[in-house]
């Protein structure tokens, strides 16, 4: 595979167990995850692993990615330190290149003005209210939703949020992706033999 890398945004608290569904499945299908900071010094995630990002920032272009994955973190409730993370998924989106958000993150998005026009969800509706964010009657109460080229989940759905994005790229797609969640979300055995079939991992 071609495509450019796929980049995890990584801060202090961040919620290291949103993403790693997505991350794996996406390494497995060929993408090459980048971590990006807010600059190159290590952060320590909420399960307290340290990460040192691969790249700042200031450094990331949408035009040199395929995917910028932005998780939750006690941050993004604690005043505007990750409000640059939200102003990158902007330059991602204006330029047509994907962006997923999880947990906190949709509420930075919702600040930015990200979810006044895009279906979306999140943890609960009035969280995002909470925010004054004008998008409230875009709001569906579903596990994750794919507007475009904008993904939203809940902090409880990393199964649903990582279908999302394996099927936003083209990773899995049709009964592959569903029996894909079906295993990882419902445990079914019956989907094990369809990616079986599949040659999918």
């Known amino acids: 595979m071609n495509a450019e890398p796929v980049h995890l945004a ?13 991350t794996a499945y996406l390494a497995r299908g060929g ?16 399960g307290g692993l340290s990460v040192r990002p691969d790249l700042a920032l200031g450094e990331l272009r949408p035009e040199d990615s395929s995917l910028l994955i932005l998780p939750g973190a006690d941050l993004w409730d604690a005043g505007d330190e990750l409000a640059p993370f939200a102003r990158a998924a902007r ?4 330029a047509g290149v994907p962006v997923a958000a999880i947990c906190g993150a949709t509420a930075g998005l919702a600040r930015e003005g990200l979810l006044d026009d895009r ?9 995002l209210a909470a925010t004054g964010y004008k998008g409230g009657d875009r709001y569906v ?8 080229t904008l ?9 649903a949020f990582a279908r999302e994005v394996l099927g936003l790229l083209g990773v899995y797609e049709g009964e592959v992706l569903d029996a894909w969640y079906r295993l990882y979300h419902d445990s079914d055995p019956a989907a094990y033999a369809v990616l ?6």
């Open 151 to 159: 993904v939203t989940a809940g902090p409880t759905e990393p199964v």
């Open 119 to 127: 279906r979306h969800t999140s943890a609960v509706s009035f969280y």
């Open 196 to 201: 079986q079939q599949a040659g999918a991992r």
């Open 91 to 94: 330059e991602f989106l204006d």
């Open 31 to 46: 993408y090459e995850i980048r971590t990006v900071g807010p600059g190159r010094e290590a952060v320590r995630s909420i």
């Open 10 to 22: 990584v801060y202090d608290t961040l919620a290291d167990w949103e993403t790693g569904h997505a």
């Open 141 to 148: 109460d579903a596990d994750a939703v794919t507007d475009g």
